[in-house]
């Protein structure tokens, strides 16, 4: 393939990104992400502040453009994200107990319903582990209202939309240590009761602190053996030049050497469309041109 999606597709793999609906009016943007990719992740307007602003009244507007844009361009959408600590619209934040709960399961409802049929696969739960050596849940408020909220969730988004992979998704859970240990158990015990879930996503952002794990393929495929699906949803990786496109040559091939690590998800497009303050962590420089990176990934694509 010439492309990244094409590429991807070759294997029946997916190759997606992020994607900001501010820039959609870019015109180099949308350039690259019609060429390049097959799958898209709205980076920011599927969250619970964006979606439901106030209690009960929804807003799709921004994701709307994202995924009417995808299905105008051949791309499919990764879901993202259902229950997460982060980025609650205040007034969820102000809940707790009973009260919570309800709000976080009808949101749940709520959004995947109204795009049911139009999402790849939704990360229901984001980031709900701990870091560091506990392997222990993250305290939150959605954790305070009880150990269970996790499967909750899985099971209100299961009845929602049933065709839609329902993934959990973490960070620093891309080799095996702890908190990977955790999440593992948390699968296995899903799969053995029948909890909904058919995927893990490992988000993948590396940087020196946290470089790509010797262990990173192994990883993937200890998951892949309880019976789910593998993505890597989030990736990128700071660096430039040799280093970069060797670090992205080797993730990309350890997806390709797990039969159901099923595509990859970079975190935007350019540099300048990264999270990060600073840094240079993507495939394409700040004009869009493809940096050694880009050519590595996608010869990994191709097998190389
Ligand atoms: O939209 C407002 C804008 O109106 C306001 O003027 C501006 C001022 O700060 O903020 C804008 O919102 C920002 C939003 O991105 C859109 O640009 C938020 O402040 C900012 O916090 C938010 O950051 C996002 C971050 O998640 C929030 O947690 C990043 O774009 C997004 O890339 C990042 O993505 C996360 C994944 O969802 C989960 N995994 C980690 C990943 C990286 O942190």
């Not at 959408?77 to 102000?94: E, F, I, K």
């Not at 709000?103 to 696969?121: R, S």
């Not at 870091?131 to 305070?144: F, P, V």
Request: overall charge neutral; charged content about 20%.
């Amino acid at each position: 393939g010439t492309t990244l999606g094409a590429s991807a597709a070759e294997s029946g793999r997916y190759f997606g990104t992020a994607v900001a609906a501010n820039k959609l009016s870019d015109s180099t943007y949308v350039g690259i992400l019609n060429r390049e990719f097959n799958m898209a992740t709205p980076e920011n307007e599927m969250k619970w502040d964006a979606t439901e602003p106030s209690q009960g009244q929804f807003n799709y507007s921004n994701a709307d453009r994202i995924v009417n844009h995808a299905q105008a361009n051949g791309m499919r959408v990764r879901g993202h994200a259902l229950a997460w600590h982060s980025q609650q619209p205040g007034w969820a934040q102000n809940l707790s107990g009973t009260a919570l709960r309800q709000a976080m399961t009808n949101h749940v409802t709520q959004v995947a319903t109204y795009y049911k049929g139009k999402i790849y696969a939704w990360d229901v739960v984001n980031e709900a582990f701990a870091d560091g050596g506990t392997g222990a849940r993250r305290d939150s408020n959605l954790q305070r209202t009880g150990n269970d909220w996790i499967e909750v969730a899985f099971r209100a988004a299961r009845a929602a939309d049933p065709g839609a992979k329902l993934c959990y998704n973490d960070y620093n859970t891309d080799g095996q240590n702890a908190k990977s240990n955790a999440v593992y158990a948390m699968v296995q015990d899903f799969k053995s009761r029948g909890v909904p879930i058919d995927c893990v996503g490992f988000q993948s952002h590396f940087n020196s602190a946290s470089p790509v794990p010797s262990d990173y393929q192994a990883n993937l495929q200890r998951f892949a053996n309880l019976g789910v699906d593998v993505q890597i949803t989030e990736l990128d990786i700071e660096g430039s030049g040799t280093a970069q496109a060797d670090n992205y040559n080797r993730v990309v091939r350890a997806c390709l050497a797990v039969s159901r690590c099923t595509g990859i998800t970079v975190w935007g497009i350019r540099d300048s469309d990264s999270w990060r303050a600073s840094g240079t962590p993507l495939l394409f420089d700040g004009s869009g041109n493809k940096k050694a990176a880009y050519t590595s990934t996608l010869n990994a694509l191709n097998g190389g």
